[in-house]
């Protein structure tokens, strides 16, 4: 005879199956959202104001203003963390949209993927650009 | 004086689609929208169907969308409410006819939290009594006034948007157990609750808070379960 609970696991299968391993994914996943979200307010903001509010403001960027940036390894490594925190911070947000609208299993796998494979590509091009940022090949 | 009310109707046997019919009932402003609905049920449309029982804020039976905010019926006094009353079931469970839906997902999300005492006997003399102090009490006192009537779960988008997603009620239920000194299943249930349909699927949109009729810091208590999880698996 079906139990209550039986009737009751058909409607939220996931929820009844709970999470075995020692420290679930989300767990730590909405930890650093919390955390990154808080870095990157003063990154964003540092980073505003730097390229966009003293001076000239965006007008003076040019090749000779990124090159004299970059010449300092606090302000690649400051880059650096900004693009790293951004990129995972702003894609955890979408695979969790995702996550919350699309229902078929198929098709949510199949945007996650992209939306991976697009996190990856960004993550690699933007670390090769700052690692290999070599002012006398470059330009 | 006269209060006009438009209710959303729906008889799955005759109907295509949900649509609103109007009435207008004679009620003094000081009685409760809940008065008006029996008035329609009882002089103009006895098809009209609807749950409620206790009548008072206890029983929770009579959560409905009213004026585009999930309520209770019998909480709720007519003065208070601008006219024409707009009436619909809550939103994001079936609805079976008129004002009633199927609360079989609620109750799922709220059994798969395990909301009763779980006890330990290697843990507990089984035989002693478990003294608690007036501040471990006092520590899950809000939780403890949830009276299961869907307001806050039905107000959530994201249990609109995903039906696996538990809801709010289940997680103020599990808050209810988890911080009881005297339960020994807080792990168990932040197992269940940091799976993919658990407490993580709060984006702190606090229209459950806003929904609760009985003033239950819902989204607070979600929160502390959500920091509960997080340090059970450090």
């Known amino acids: ?139 | 004086m006269d209060v006009q009310l438009s209710v959303l109707k729906y008889n799955p046997e005759t109907d295509k689609e949900p649509h609103f019919e109007d009435f207008t009932v004679e009620a003094d402003p000081m009685e409760r929208l809940l008065d008006c609905l029996h008035k329609i049920k009882w002089q103009h449309d006895s098809g009209l169907a609807l749950r409620r029982s206790c009548a008072h804020g206890i029983c929770g039976s009579d959560a409905m969308v009213i004026n585009g905010v999930n309520m209770l019926a019998c909480k709720v006094l007519v003065k208070d409410l601008k006219q024409p009353i707009r009436v619909e079931p809550i939103r994001g469970l079936p609805v079976l006819r008129d004002l009633i839906v199927d609360m079989e997902p609620f109750f799922a999300g709220y059994l798969a939290v395990k909301p009763w005492l779980i006890t330990d006997d290697r843990q507990h003399d089984p035989e002693r009594e478990r003294i608690q102090s007036p501040e471990e009490r006092e520590r899950f006192d809000d939780t403890t006034k949830c009276i299961l009537c869907a307001a806050c779960t039905t107000s959530c988008p994201i249990f609109w948007a995903d039906k696996e997603y538990v809801g709010p009620a289940a997680i103020v239920n599990a808050h209810r157990f988890i911080f009881d000194s005297r339960d020994d299943g807080g792990a168990e249930r932040l197992e269940i609750l940091s799976s993919r349909s658990g407490v993580f699927k709060c984006r702190t949109a606090f229209n459950c808070t806003a929904a609760c009729p009985r003033g239950i810091k819902v989204t607070q208590a979600i929160q502390e379960v959500k920091r509960a999880a997080l340090f059970d698996s450090l």
């Open chain 1, 1 to 139: 005879m079906a139990t209550v609970e039986d009737i009751y696991r058909k409607h939220k299968p996931t929820a009844f199956e709970a999470d075995r391993r020692p420290s679930s994914t989300e767990v730590w996943w909405w930890f650093f959202m919390r955390i990154s979200g808080v870095v990157l307010v003063f990154l964003v903001l540092i980073h505003v104001y730097v390229m966009h509010v003293v001076g000239a403001g965006v007008e003076r960027v040019d090749f000779a203003f990124v090159v004299e940036r970059w010449d300092s390894i606090g302000w690649k490594s400051f880059d650096w963390i900004m693009l790293f925190l951004a990129l995972l911070h702003g894609g955890n947000g979408v695979r969790i949209i995702i996550d919350d609208y699309i229902h078929r299993d198929g098709l949510r796998a199949t945007i996650k993927g992209s939306l991976y494979a697009l996190i990856l590509i960004l993550m690699i091009m933007g670390t090769a650009v700052i690692v290999t940022f070599n002012p006398a090949t470059a330009g």
